[in-house]
């Protein structure tokens, strides 16, 4: 598949990143300098991966992951299952916002999605996701 990388809502656009380029994205996103950017089709058809975050949260980067198919409208979150539905957190993309810390998950469930998305197009079914 081929794709565009678009930092900070499209502010910034590479097409056809490697692999190791969106990796290195999650690795720097910080929930200040970057705090979210998207993995789009190139040609336009098909889902895009979105991800906002990297705020340092009780010792480690959370983020929110959305895996939005524009052909159907179809949109699921990322969700980590281990929080309670109680709690949130605050995380960065573009301004402060609170969240439900489901919706929160790890620097390890977001590289897994985005590898997965970034070789099929698809969300990773291993990951937990819910649609909204």
Same mark, same amino acid.
Do not use: H
């Given at each position: 598949?081929?794709?565009?990388? /678009? ?5 910034? $656009?590479?097409? +056809?990143?490697?692999?190791?380029? =969106?990796?290195? =994205? ?6 200040? #300098?970057?705090? *979210? ?5 190139? %040609? !336009?058809? !098909?889902?895009?991966?979105? /991800?906002?975050? !990297?705020?340092?949260?009780? !010792?480690?980067?959370? &983020?929110? $992951?959305?895996?939005? %198919? ?5 949109? &699921?979150? +990322?969700? *980590? ?7 949130? &957190? ?13 919706? /929160?998950?790890?620097?390890?469930? $977001? ?7 970034? #070789?099929?197009?698809?969300? %990773? ?6 649609? &909204?």
């Amino acid at each position: 598949m081929k794709w565009e990388l /678009c930092l900070e809502r499209i502010d910034y $656009v590479e097409t +056809l990143p490697t692999w190791e380029r =969106v990796y290195e =994205v999650i690795k720097q996103m910080d929930g200040k #300098k970057l705090t *979210n950017f998207s993995l789009d089709p190139l %040609n !336009g058809e !098909g889902a895009s991966l979105l /991800c906002g975050g !990297g705020d340092l949260i009780d !010792g480690e980067r959370r &983020y929110k $992951v959305e895996y939005f %198919n524009e052909e159907d409208g179809s949109g &699921y979150y +990322l969700i *980590n299952p281990e929080e309670p539905e109680d709690k949130e &957190y605050e995380l960065t993309i573009q301004v402060s916002d609170v969240q439900p810390a489901k919706y /929160c998950v790890k620097q390890e469930d $977001v590289i897994k999605a985005f590898e997965y998305f970034y #070789k099929t197009g698809q969300r %990773n079914p291993e990951l937990q996701w819910e649609e &909204y």
